[in-house]
């Protein structure tokens, strides 16, 4: 065993600099906390080539004077902590100097600053943790904060970066969750030297979402305030009739903090009830409590967060999610126990003749007992398979075309693979800007203009790098295209779905790997019902 040697200072800022600093979007993440205690009311954010070459962060808060500046780009260093006892009731959104300090140790940052107008600036030059130039500068109240070359000393780290769309949309979506929670603060988005998004202060939440989603979607959200001695609760959540496939905005906020919880989001799923396979409830969620009650410190960026009594704070969101949108709470009984009332048989039935449960599963008789087929994973097969299959493919055209205006991510998405769409049958045009034109869907898909906003909502989530890239389309057109649960099928119609379906190469499983078929035998019957 070779000798224990303590580690290089360079080498420890570094380590401790990934702990916090993970990609561009975390970059974005910290600044804007920065600025948001600091008191802004307008934040400026620009990216280039997806933050990997360049993220500036402006506000118009406090500034730092010199002490305050050098102090800020020194590990251990906030504004925020004075003795230990503080770390339990942090209600600001971190240690200014620490994630300042984790940005320069892993890139060559500059600092402009003031907190007078009527006296010099300050500007700080940083370079892998190192200062290089401090002097005085001309400029107005506020800070600016510029990071260039992101992990240019961590060769490997930078190589693992995915693509410029894909971290401009998580660089994106961090920001979209700043906005949604400070509705009075003002905020600009620039990439590449366009401005995507732009913000002006507003009053209420509601009136900062009619800014940042599509109309229809934020009036098919329900408004949730519920107060407890413990916890508040308020929030905006997609009434159950307007529940889609995909959701647009997923976002949880403890005392205003943007985080991740499972247990939250197993609550409101909890408290949605059964929804038809695939659907996923748009919903914003803001939880207010004593900060006592809540360990920001669960995880080096704080995204995760963990409530003192977590079962409580289940049972709470849950009932919350019930209350606010009028779900009745489903016995098990009610759930599992009255298959009489559940299954629909329409006529006298004969031999090889179908049933829909709950209009999501077809019951077909076989020489051995039955078989259950979830509807919508056996189209999503056979779509699959004949959107892989060339000559399979036709367009079908549509009466009236379907306009979409698409997101800066989903649109560059969009360009990038535009050409196979073609090829799959989907054929559009430009409109004008990041208007975009559907004038043909593949023969057989049900793509209507919601399924269509999903289907270029996902985009962006698909590497234009990947070798499984006409594959990965194929399965999402399949997917959005096929036959949702819930709808109702003629006998001719579940025929049809059960001959395609036994037609396919791999009839079983759906491009996801789930299952599509059920078989019971007789054998199975007798065995539930004690015979053997």
Known sequence: ????????????????????????ASVVKELIENSLDAGAKRIKVEVKSGGKNLIRVTDDGCGMDRDDVLLAVSRYATSKLTSVEDLSKIQTYGFRGEALAAIAAVSRMSIETNTDEGLPGIRLEVEGGEIKEIAETARAKGTTVTVRMLF???????????SEGYELRLALEVFRNYCIAFPGVGFEFISNE??????????????RLYALFEKKMVEGMVEVKIDNPLIGLYGFFTAPSQVKGVAEVQAIFFNQRPVRSQVVNRAVYDGYGPMPTGSQPNFILFLQTDPSRLDVNVHPTKQEVRFADERFLFDFVAEAVRKGLGIEKRSEWSETGLLQSGMIIEEESGPSDFWQLHNSYIFAEVASGYVIVDQHAAHERILFEELLSSEKIKPQGLLFP??????????????RISEKLQRMGLETKLFSGNTVVVETIPSGAFLGKDELREFFAELPKISS??????????????????????????????????????????????????PVIIKITFEDLARRFGRI
């Open 1 to 24: 065993m070779g000798m224990v040697k303590l580690l290089p200072e360079e080498v420890v800022r570094r380590i401790a600099a990934g702990e916090v600093i993970l990609r561009p």
């Open 152 to 162: 240019f000393n961590l060769p490997v780290r930078r190589g693992f970066l995915k």
């Open 194 to 207: 366009r401005s995507l998004v732009k913000l002006y202060p507003v009053e209420k939440v509601r009136d």
């Open 402 to 415: 379907f306009t979409l205006e698409l997101k800066a991510d989903e649109f560059e998405a969009y360009e």
């Open 465 to 514: 790098a990947q070798v499984q890239l006409f594959e990965e389309l194929a399965k999402l057109i399949a997917c959005k295209g096929a036959v949702k649960a819930g709808q109702r099928l003629s006998r001719e119609e579940m025929a049809s779905l059960i001959n395609r379906l036994f037609a396919c190469r791999e009839p079983y499983f759906c491009p996801h790997g789930r």
